[in-house]
């Protein structure tokens, strides 16, 4: 299957505190809906575009136009108080990264500490020397750095107290058997526990039940995304949603 440029669409979708029942980010991601499949999920978009040599081209797409569009949405008055996007590991490891968030923050002033940039857990235990690198000049920059996915490739205490992390955010398999599974609610613990002692910010991805949602507010895990609070939508869409929060 093909990628074509023209069928690549970036949508946006809340995270929350669910404390308040606030949005306090919004996520960008890219999803593919060719004609004839749908809508491809952005996992899959990934791994189709590293296999036709086009990861740095759509990471930069969706950085570029992600931060467009949030910066739009603060003058409207309508932005949560942060823009989250996911990096790939090609971005990382073969692209200049740093330089492309240097110009996007240059073209819209109004994302100073307001931006974030996401980055998979086995991917820091992978490249963790580079990573660190990274993170700490994303720091300078004053750029957020989360970990995502936390739980699959368990990165020790050790190495996150020495980077300039902002959030980890509990990956969503482990939400999901939250409710009924002993092993999942022990790891959900044991991070969060982890991340209140190194003051990093907590969150939990996939919430889809007001159970999940009461169960993390009670193991003390007050930012969280999934379903429950609003699926991934297209800018025109996530706009009204927004508009409906502050101009009820």
Request: aromatic residues 8%; contains cysteine; negative net charge.
């Amino acid at each position: 299957m093909a990628l074509e440029r023209s069928e690549i669409q970036v949508r946006y979708s809340p995270g929350c505190d669910i404390s308040i029942g606030r949005a306090d980010v919004i996520e960008a991601g890219l999803y593919w809906a060719p004609v004839d499949l749908g809508l491809v999920s952005a996992e899959r978009l990934w791994s189709l575009a590293e296999e036709g040599g086009l990861i740095l081209e759509v990471g930069e797409l969706l950085l570029a136009e992600s931060c467009r569009q949030y910066a739009r949405w603060i003058d409207q008055g309508l932005a949560p108080e942060r823009l989250v996007i996911a990096v790939s590991g090609a971005q990382c490891l073969f692209g200049d990264l740093l330089r492309s968030v240097e110009r996007r923050l240059a073209a819209y002033p109004t994302l100073n500490k307001r931006l974030d940039l996401a980055f998979s857990e086995r991917l820091l235990v992978r490249h963790r020397e580079t990573l660190a690198a990274l993170f700490q000049g994303l720091n300078a920059l004053a750029v957020g750095v989360w970990i995502t996915d936390a739980g699959l490739g368990w990165t020790s205490p050790s190495l996150l107290q020495h980077l300039p992390i902002r959030a980890l955010r509990i990956h969503a398999s482990f939400i999901e058997g939250l409710s009924y599974a002993a092993h999942e609610m022990a790891v959900v613990e044991a991070l969060i526990v982890m991340a209140q002692a190194l003051e990093i910010e907590i969150r939990a991805d996939g919430v889809r039940t007001l159970e999940q949602r009461y169960k993390l507010l009670e193991l003390g895990c007050l930012k969280a995304q999934g379903e429950l609070f609003g699926e991934a939508m297209p800018a025109a869409d996530f706009e009204v949603w927004l508009n409906q929060r502050v101009n009820p």
